[in-house]
Structure formats: C-alpha cells, structure tokens
C-alpha cells in the first residue's frame, strides 16, 4: 500500500516579499507561514516526496477542473464554484484543491 504522495503542490505564497509590507508582516510573523514553508521543504525532503510551487492559484482557479473552461466570471470570494460552461459545481477550496492535484498537467508558462 502506498503510504506517502510522490508530489506535494503548494500554492507559492511569497513570504519574503509579503513580509516587506507593513500590513501584512505582523500577520504573517504571527501565523508562522516562513516557518510551515520551511516545514513542508525539510519534512518533503525527508521522505523523498517533491514539491511542486503552484505560482498564481487565481488563474490556476479560474480553470474549470472538469472541463476546463477558464471562467471569466470567476469570483474567488464566492464559497461555491461554478463553471460557466459545464456547470460543474462544488465546494470553492475543494476545487481549489483539484486543480492543484491537476496542477503539472497544466504548467505554467514558464515552465514551473
Ligand atoms: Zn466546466
């Protein structure tokens, strides 16, 4: 039985950058994102399991993660998804989470 993921896909969230702006460092400081990155490289390294550094979750969202229409209405403040063009609808964060598990069978353009 296979015990552990071969991928971990993260949202690449800019933490040196974000801890720049006074209104986001105290935030940030306190909730210990550096250090859960941190976390999640040593422990990933540990175990053998890579990670993968989703760079723009909004436009990764925006995708319809069943058949992929890019919603142009797409509000990520809305708690459900819908897609405009199948219709597919579901939790916002569980969505979220399918495309990141979909997320190197659409790489950016960049490559990453
Ligand atoms: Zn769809």
Do not use: W
């Not at 925006?62 to 209405?73: V, Y």
Request: aromatic fraction near 12%; charged fraction near 25%.
């Amino acid at each position: 039985m296979k015990t552990k993921p071969s991928t971990l896909v993260v949202e690449d969230l800019n933490v040196t950058k974000m801890l720049k702006n006074q209104y986001l460092a105290k935030a940030i400081a306190e909730q210990s994102f550096y250090e859960f990155k941190r976390q999640i490289v040593y422990k990933s390294e540990q175990y053998g399991i890579e990670v993968v550094y989703a760079d723009d979750l909004y436009t990764i969202c925006k995708r319809c993660s069943q058949c992929g229409n890019i919603n142009r209405h797409f509000d990520p403040n809305n708690p459900i998804y819908r897609c405009e063009y199948c219709g597919f609808s579901v939790d916002r964060d569980v969505h979220a989470s399918m495309n990141l598990a979909q997320y190197q069978r659409y790489p950016s353009p960049s490559g990453n």
